[in-house]
């Protein structure tokens, strides 16, 4: 490579002053005062050298630090600039992993910055827009995720990678018809991506349905790897919690409340389970029912009244029990 020549400006081009912006997550890195307008610096005052790791976010007072010549006031130099950026983009990326928007947690967070800028210069080299859109998506980009998503549809793509952008990526949705997500679920002889477009579709049940034929037909074949994995995936998943949410609203619909507080207890709602029990204390007294009676009882943090609702139900449990088994000798 020839060396660059010094001060010559050349404009940041818009993808790197993106991904710069993204991964300090358009925040100074020295100051880290989210309300201060930012721009990108150049760590060795060379204009031209858009490299991205000669270039860190500051807010326009750290800036002007870096301009200081001479006086009293030491000047930010480009180690101390460095040495905060670096800093400051390992509080980001660490931040974004823990809220779960980057993955594999195995990796070191530097490792996991390095790793995504290199990764999208790849895809974009080799002008792999699908590759670049999900990489985008991947780190929680959704802005450049749908610019990618458009252009690789521009370019020509399947339908099922069309559908798969489309219904994955946030604001993409209106880019495919009807008529071509169904193209995409019928074509398909894959049954995970199909469940996977379900799910992303947000047709719980049917993709629930997919994952569990496709575990199955995995558990026969022997794959227990596959079959393990799926599993994995569909019980990490949102869909178990979205089912709930479904019967929910179908025990709504119904007036059906013991349902409507089991789902909500399913679902780790407890305010609003205790809030729905205390709102129907009369309706549940009347009713009688001794499970019932034990769930108010929590709801009203009534201990004496849980007790007799635990030995009630033991009682008439045991006596069913009894009743059983005289008649069966009966028989
Ligand atoms: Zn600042």
Same mark, same amino acid.
């Given at each position: 490579? &020839?060396?660059?020549?010094?001060?010559?400006?050349?404009?940041?081009?818009?993808?790197?002053?993106?991904?710069?912006?993204?991964?300090?997550?358009?925040?100074?890195?020295?100051?880290?005062?989210?309300?201060?307008?930012?721009?990108?610096?150049?760590?060795?005052?060379?204009? %031209?050298?858009?490299?991205?790791?000669?270039?860190? +976010?500051?807010? @326009?007072?750290?800036?002007?630090?870096?301009?200081?010549?001479?006086?009293?006031?030491? /000047?930010?130099?480009?180690?101390?600039?460095?040495?905060?950026?670096?800093?400051?983009?390992? +509080? +980001?990326?660490?931040?974004?992993?823990?809220?779960?928007?980057?993955?594999?947690?195995?990796?070191?967070?530097?490792?996991?910055?390095? @790793?995504? $800028?290199?990764?999208?210069?790849?895809?974009?080299?080799? =002008?792999?827009?699908? %590759?670049?859109?999900?990489? !985008?998506?991947?780190?929680?980009?959704?802005?450049?995720?749908?610019?990618?998503? &458009?252009?690789?549809?521009?370019? %020509?793509?399947?339908?099922?990678? /069309?559908?798969?952008?489309?219904?994955?990526?946030?604001?993409?949705?209106?880019?495919? $018809?009807?008529? =071509?997500?169904?193209?995409?679920?019928?074509?398909?002889?894959?049954?995970? &991506?199909?469940?996977?477009?379900?799910?992303?579709?947000?047709?719980?049940?049917?993709?629930?349905?997919? !994952?569990?034929?496709?575990?199955?037909?995995?558990?026969?074949?022997?794959?227990?790897?596959?079959? *393990? !994995?799926?599993?994995?995936?569909?019980?990490? &998943?949102?869909?178990?919690?979205?089912?709930?949410?479904?019967? @929910?609203? =179908?025990?709504?619909?119904?007036?059906?409340?013991?349902?409507?507080?089991? *789902?909500?207890?399913?679902?780790?709602?407890?305010?609003?389970?205790?809030?729905?029990?205390?709102?129907?204390?009369?309706?549940?007294?009347?009713?009688?029912?001794?499970?019932?009676?034990?769930?108010?009882?929590?709801?009203?943090?009534?201990?004496?009244?849980?007790?007799?609702?635990?030995?009630?139900?033991?009682?008439?449990?045991?006596?069913?029990? +009894?009743?059983?088994?005289?008649?069966? /000798?009966?028989?």
């Amino acid at each position: 490579m &020839s060396p660059r020549p010094k001060k010559n400006r050349v404009p940041i081009p818009a993808h790197v002053a993106a991904e710069v912006l993204f991964l300090a997550d358009r925040t100074c890195c020295v100051c880290r005062d989210r309300n201060r307008p930012v721009q990108i610096h150049h760590i060795d005052d060379d204009p %031209g050298n858009n490299l991205v790791q000669n270039l860190s +976010v500051l807010c @326009l007072e750290c800036h002007r630090e870096t301009q200081i010549s001479g006086g009293f006031d030491r /000047k930010l130099d480009a180690a101390q600039v460095t040495l905060y950026r670096d800093d400051w983009l390992r +509080v +980001v990326a660490d931040a974004r992993a823990t809220s779960g928007s980057l993955r594999d947690e195995d990796r070191t967070v530097g490792v996991e910055v390095e @790793l995504a $800028t290199s990764l999208a210069e790849i895809y974009r080299d080799q =002008e792999d827009w699908v %590759g670049l859109a999900l990489h !985008y998506w991947s780190i929680g980009n959704d802005d450049l995720a749908a610019r990618y998503t &458009s252009k690789a549809i521009e370019a %020509g793509v399947s339908v099922q990678t /069309k559908v798969l952008l489309c219904t994955r990526i946030a604001g993409c949705a209106n880019l495919v $018809t009807t008529a =071509e997500i169904e193209e995409a679920l019928t074509d398909t002889s894959d049954w995970t &991506s199909r469940a996977r477009r379900l799910r992303d579709l947000g047709r719980t049940a049917e993709a629930v349905s997919e !994952y569990i034929s496709g575990i199955q037909r995995r558990l026969n074949d022997g794959n227990v790897f596959t079959a *393990a !994995y799926y599993l994995k995936e569909l019980s990490e &998943s949102s869909l178990i919690a979205e089912l709930f949410k479904i019967a @929910l609203a =179908e025990s709504v619909a119904e007036d059906d409340l013991w349902w409507q507080q089991r *789902a909500m207890q399913e679902l780790g709602w407890t305010e609003q389970r205790r809030n729905l029990l205390l709102q129907n204390a009369e309706r549940i007294r009347a009713e009688g029912a001794t499970h019932f009676l034990r769930e108010l009882a929590w709801a009203e943090s009534d201990e004496q009244a849980y007790v007799k609702a635990r030995m009630d139900e033991a009682r008439s449990r045991a006596a069913l029990r +009894v009743t059983r088994e005289t008649t069966g /000798k009966h028989d």
